[in-house]
């Protein structure tokens, strides 16, 4: 058994575990430099209006510029930057890019940044936001922050409270990939939300199952009903678009089929090109 020979066992996986351990460590020294080097930077996602084709918000989606990698995704850098804590450094550094870009934009289109736990655990989120503002001189409505389900998990008198101070301010909150997580339907009205956005996942069967169209129709409505505007991500095919339009509940759609990320210094002219026309695409 595993115990009977567990030192062998062990020592069987030591050299595994210790390059695993020592990749990781290299990695955050990589991230704790890159941060000193200016590495980061943000590009931009536009979310489009349903109802006018206009993009109304822009999320903000971290990125590295590796100078030997080329450029790198969140998926490979904010599971450690969360481990190491560094994504307190890395996410301040975002949600201030993201808000000095915003107040350059035309429209008043609203800016969307991603908020990871650790942040609201050991970080002190309300000055974050409060500088943010400050220094860029965005008004406070035009911030919109996105919360996992995971945050709201942890269900704490701390993080309510952060909650309903960023919404004191007039920052809007969001509870994103919803549907992924393990939060049921309940916390969509035990948390001070404003806005519900539905994960891709629940798009992949709608063009043809009529049972995954009924439960996204369902989560949209009553993500409506109980007060909150709602966006549903991932949205690739014109079919899926189309589908979109006859759920009554959707507010504002999200992806590829409209932009993917792009850099921050496109995103003017992007905005300024005007309102997605919808008839062309559907
Ligand atoms: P997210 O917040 O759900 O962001 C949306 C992700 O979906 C982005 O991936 C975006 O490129 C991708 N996406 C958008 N439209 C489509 C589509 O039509 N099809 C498909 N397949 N994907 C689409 P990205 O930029 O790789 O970011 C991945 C995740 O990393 C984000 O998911 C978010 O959880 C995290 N992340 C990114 N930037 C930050 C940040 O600044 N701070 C924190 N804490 N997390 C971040
Ligand atoms: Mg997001
Ligand atoms: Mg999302
Ligand atoms: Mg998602």
């Known amino acids: ?37 200016g590495n980061f930077e943000v590009f931009f996602q536009p979310i489009v209006n349903l109802r006018t084709g ?3 918000v822009c999320e903000a989606l971290a990125r590295w510029r590796h100078p030997k990698r080329g450029l790198i995704s969140p998926d ?35 800016v969307a940044v991603n908020i990871s736990p650790v942040q609201f655990r050991r970080g002190d989120v309300i000055t974050s936001v409060v500088s943010a503002l400050d220094r860029s001189g965005l008004p406070a409505h035009r911030l919109e922050i996105e919360i996992t389900e995971s945050l709201l998990l942890e269900n704490t008198a701390a993080i ?26 309940s916390y969509l009205h035990h948390f001070p939300l404003d806005k519900v956005k539905i994960d891709r996942s629940f798009l992949q069967d709608v ?9 996204l129709a369902g989560v949209a409505s009553l993500s409506s009903e109980l007060g909150m505007s709602v966006v ?19 507010d504002e759609v999200q992806g590829f089929l409209f932009s993917p990320p792009i850099p921050a210094c496109e995103i003017s002219s992007f905005l300024a090109a005007g309102s997605f026309d919808f008839e062309k695409v559907a």
């Open 160 to 185: 309510r409270t952060t909650l309903e101070n960023l919404r004191s301010l007039g920052v809007r909150v969001s509870l994103d990939d919803f549907g992924t997580g393990y939060a049921s339907l």
């Open 232 to 250: 549903v991500e991932g949205v690739e095919t014109p079919r899926q678009l189309a589908l979109l339009k006859e759920l009554p509940g959707v």
């Open 54 to 56: 206009k993009s109304s």
């Open 1 to 37: 058994s595993a115990k009977s020979d567990g030192r062998g066992v062990w020592r069987f996986f030591e050299p595994e575990m210790d390059a695993r351990v020592q990749a990781r460590r290299a990695l955050e020294i990589d991230i704790r430099n890159a941060l000193d080097d």
């Open 207 to 215: 063009e043809v199952s009529s049972r995954s169209r009924r439960l």
């Open 76 to 110: 490979a850098f904010i599971p450690v930057a969360e481990e190491t804590n560094l994504i307190i450094e890395l996410g301040d550094f975002i949600l201030h890019e993201a808000c000095r870009q915003c107040v350059t934009w035309p429209g008043n289109v609203h």
